[in-house]
């Protein structure tokens, strides 16, 4: 059913670094739910020939939730995987939109010596509550667009895969999709993060300019009207069409390398080509991210661009071209795990839901 493509990327973006959190399975395999491993095989078994339905106390996770990533414990240690790379989307974002900071490491220490380690962890609760809803519609119109592409299912797309540029239309389309989701979420979590000001304040000195996620978004939409929500969203437009059109073609192209024709991918094959895609994907939308993160921070700096054009030429005259491959590096590193796990679980809950 088309619905559970929505499902999956829900679930996915919940289970970020959940599988890699059980680097040895109980039963022997190398990761839970090993793809095409013996609990693959308990699966089909199960749906040819069900248990007896056994009612479950209320809160409970459902019976085989160990095989599945759906178990609320597991959605927890996706949360986590977010909390330990929020803090290089921070370094990342006060890179791109502040002069103050010689690179990765001068911003890492600053930002420790006057803020304390919470300085890391500024604008992370929107991002929690919104990743499993941004996957979801991200690989859900994504999958439903092949489908309306080629005719071809999840499961058939391995016998019949879809041409690259079906695969990079659906990624597109998806991309575009999503950035409504995104783009308030990510201009309140920008703001935050730029915030400097230590958790401990010397007597006197004035508060910071949000207290908190809620407060930022009353704050923008007060000050900035309804529209002052989607700021920097054409250029988060602009990033993320074309780049998740060529996120799904690398990720696509790196599995059909490594397997033969009509299988399915291993886990380590989809491991390895949805870290590069998210590698390669970065590569192409650091530019565009940075003009964006600017874009956030104008309102706030009543810093008049009078567009994502004027707000290139103005970063590219008074600080050079290398401004516009500032983060790549720390979203390099931090892109390999996230998506390389992210495409694991996804692909995992959609064969085990065949």
């Given at each position: 059913m088309p619905v559970e493509e929505f499902v999956a990327g829900w679930i996915s973006g919940e289970t970020l670094f959940s599988l890699l959190s059980h680097p040895l399975h109980p039963r022997g395999g190398s990761l839970p739910g090993d793809l095409g491993g013996a609990e693959t095989k308990v699966l089909v078994a199960q749906k040819h020939h069900p248990e007896p339905a056994i009612p479950e106390p209320p809160g409970s996770c459902p019976r085989g939730?160990?095989?599945?990533?759906?178990?609320?414990?597991?959605?927890?240690?996706?949360?986590?995987?977010?909390?330990?790379?929020?803090?290089?989307?921070?370094?990342?974002?006060?890179?791109?939109?502040?002069?103050?900071?010689?690179?990765?490491i001068d911003c890492m220490v600053k930002t420790y010596r006057h803020e304390s380690l919470l300085g890391f962890f500024k604008g992370m609760s929107f991002p929690i509550a919104s990743i499993a809803m941004v996957n979801s519609v991200l690989f859900g119109v994504y999958s439903n667009t092949l489908l309306a592409l080629t005719a071809t299912s999840h499961q058939e797309r391995r016998a019949q895969p879809p041409s690259y540029i079906h695969v990079f239309t659906a990624g597109c389309t998806g991309g575009f999709v999503q950035v409504y989701c995104l783009a308030p979420f990510d201009l309140i979590k920008v703001r935050l993060q730029n915030q400097t000001e230590p958790r401990a304040r010397p007597p006197g000195s004035p508060p910071p300019r949000y207290r908190g996620p809620v407060h930022c978004a009353v704050s923008i939409f007060q000050?900035?009207?309804?529209?002052?929500?989607?700021?920097?969203?054409?250029?988060?437009t602009l990033r993320d069409t074309p780049t998740l059109g060529i996120y799904f073609v690398t990720y696509e192209?790196?599995?059909?390398?490594?397997?033969?024709?009509?299988?399915?991918?291993?886990?380590?094959?989809?491991?390895?080509?949805?870290?590069?895609?998210?590698?390669?994907?970065?590569?192409?939308?650091?530019?565009?991210?940075?003009?964006?993160?600017?874009?956030?921070?104008?309102?706030?700096?009543?810093?008049?661009?009078?567009?994502?054009?004027?707000?290139?030429?103005?970063s590219a005259r008074q600080e050079g071209l290398g401004v516009f491959f500032r983060g790549l590096t720390i979203n390099s590193a931090r892109a390999f795990p996230v998506n390389a796990v992210t495409f694991l679980s996804y692909e995992y809950l959609l064969r085990s839901w065949g």
């Open positions: 939730a160990e095989r599945k990533p759906s178990c609320p414990r597991l959605q927890g240690q996706g949360a986590l995987g977010l909390v330990l790379g929020h803090p290089f989307d921070t370094v990342k974002v006060r890179l791109q939109t502040q002069t103050t900071y010689r690179g990765i000050e900035e009207g309804p529209r002052g929500l989607f700021r920097g969203a054409w250029a988060l192209w790196l599995c059909r390398q490594s397997t033969r024709d009509g299988q399915d991918p291993s886990p380590a094959t989809v491991l390895v080509a949805g870290g590069f895609a998210g590698i390669a994907s970065w590569a192409v939308a650091t530019p565009l991210d940075v003009i964006k993160s600017r874009l956030q921070m104008a309102g706030l700096k009543r810093r008049a661009y009078r567009g994502v054009l004027d707000c290139m030429v103005s």
